[in-house]
């Protein structure tokens, strides 16, 4: 018997042996999480169908948080096997040249991701203590996989275009003391302390979303065959991708043909450095969907005059807002790439009044 959660038969279909249960069963807290996700993707609890309640110890969240915390690892893992054995991605360990024994980080991408001359979607999500495969953790928890994960987008994306990278930007640190990964980078911070820190282990290549992002691009998406790829960008996200623009400038204005920014914390006018071109190929190139009261992709005012076109998301939910506008976004990429013009970004030298009649000339 298979199972459906998405609601579209056709589509995303879980074996048996497929299941958070298995993954809670081989845990120490089998009695204290006694859930698992139903037909619909929703988490619910096997004795009472109630959803995820966090106050299980009476008085004490600490023990609350720690089980909370393992239900989130738990989850990790279940999206993991679900983007390897239901969406048929492969996990490409990062750094290409590490050692045997040095702390690795991983990213997905379908099997033709870096063969095909078709178009390639790449999913940035969010920074948090989320991993690959979620837009995030107490959306699934909340609302479930089909609104917490990137698999509708994955499903979508390979669908469409063909090809698709999922990004592991949040998989920054390995704790030593346990020899398990832990926390991401945004949260580490603010919840050890200076003592603790001696016991954190930076990934090589991957210690920053930034620095992820940029490894994957120098190593995977830039020598890709695909001449033309997308970036879907949630929160975090975007800030990491106008970082990559502005450290991979013309190599990201000629490969990526659209961006779809989703709340994003970018900052326009501070990143671009008052950089002229980049500021219009963002006006030209992305558009944001952002949590509002409006109808989806209505427009939303916005007060920076060099951003994006900007428009509303069809949910004031911030954690819905992905699964909202899945289908605006998608067909935003398909309009822009089918009035893609073959404009080449190239280095310029600095512009002079005899150069710009001449390039006006040709």
Known sequence: MMTDFTGEHTWLQIQRDLSLRKLIEGSEYQEELKYDFNIKGELRHLDTNESFVFNYYKNAHEQNHKRYQVLGHLITQYVYELLERVCMLQKVYIPTDATEDEPKSFFFMSE????????????????????????????????????????????????????????????????????????????????????????????????????????????????????????????????VFVDLLMQRKYEVMNKVYSV???????????????????????????????SNSKPLDKAVGSLVKVNCPVVSAGTEKYGLAPSCCLRAIFKYLKSTLKAKTTTSFRHSPVATRSSTSKRGNK
Not at 145 to 150: A, N, S, V, W
Request: hydrophobic share 35%; net charge neutral.
């Open 260 to 290: 779809a920014f989703i709340d994003s914390m970018h900052n326009t006018q501070h990143q671009t450095r008052t950089d002229p071109q980049i500021q219009k190929w963002i006006q030209k190139y992305c558009r944001e969907w952002v």
């Open 112 to 239: 033709n991701a870096l063969t095909s001359s078709s178009s390639l979607i790449v999913l940035l999500q969010d920074r948090g203590v989320f991993r690959a495969g979620q837009w995030g953790q107490r959306t699934i928890v909340s609302e479930g996989l089909e609104h917490g994960t990137q698999i509708p987008f994955i499903k979508k994306a390979l669908q469409s275009h063909g090809g698709v990278i999922v990004l592991n930007p949040n998989d920054n640190f390995v704790d030593l003391k346990t020899e398990k990964e832990r926390l991401s980078f945004s949260t580490r911070e603010e919840s050890l302390t200076s003592k603790q820190l001696v016991w954190w282990i930076p990934k090589r290549e991957s210690s920053s979303p930034e620095e992820h992002t940029m490894y994957v691009w120098d190593h995977f998406i830039s020598k890709s065959a695909a001449e033309n790829v997308a970036f879907i960008a949630h929160g975090y996200g975007g800030l």
